[in-house]
C-alpha cells in the first residue's frame, strides 16, 4: 500500500491558480484549506487554551489520544539515570547528541535544553522509576556507581 506524505506550507503571497497547477504537477492534490481574515470586534480574544504535546508522547496515528514516542522516552531516560549518577548538564547534552538524540526542533541537546526538560522529569519521573525497565536500568546504574 502506498504511503501518504502530507505537507503544511504557510503561504506568503495570494493562493493562485498557476501556484496550484504546478503542486498538482508535482503530484500533489489539495485536502485541506484554512482561511483567515482580520476583523474588527470589541469582543475579547478567545483564551488560548493550546499547548504543545509532552516530550516523550505523541499525538496517536487515530488522532484521538496521545501514545509514547519509544525514541523521546528513551532520551528523557537517559536524563534521568545520569541526573541519577550526579552529571552536570553538559555532559547530558553531550551523551544524548553522541547517542543520535535530537530535540523537537531537530537540534542538538544544549545544557539549556536540557534544563528545559527538567520540568518534564519531574513530571514523568515517578511512572518511569516505578516501572519493571527501570528495575533493571536501576539494576546496572548500582553496578556502574
Avoid at 24 to 35: L, Q, R, T
Avoid at 89 to 116: H, M
Wanted: glycine fraction near 4%.
Amino acid at each position: 500500500m502506498p504511503r501518504v506524505e502530507r505537507v503544511r506550507e504557510v503561504l506568503s503571497g495570494p493562493l493562485n491558480s498557476a501556484y496550484l497547477e504546478k503542486k498538482m504537477v508535482e503530484g500533489w492534490k489539495p485536502v485541506a484549506v484554512v482561511w483567515e481574515r482580520e476583523v474588527e470586534s470589541d469582543a475579547p480574544e478567545p483564551a488560548n487554551i493550546a499547548e504543545a504535546v509532552p516530550y516523550g508522547l505523541k499525538i496517536s496515528e487515530d488522532c484521538l489520544r496521545l501514545e509514547q514516542d519509544i525514541v523521546e522516552k528513551e532520551a528523557l531516560v537517559v536524563m534521568l539515570e545520569m541526573i541519577i549518577q550526579d552529571k552536570p548538564l553538559s555532559e547530558i547534552a553531550e551523551a544524548l547528541n553522541a547517542r543520535g538524540f535530537r530535540t523537537r526542533n531537530n537540534t542538538k541537546w544544549t545544557p539549556g535544553s536540557v534544563f528545559d526538560m527538567l520540568p518534564r522529569l519531574i513530571e514523568v519521573g515517578p511512572r518511569v522509576f516505578t516501572s519493571e525497565e527501570w528495575v533493571v536500568r536501576r539494576g546496572r546504574l548500582m553496578n556502574v556507581v
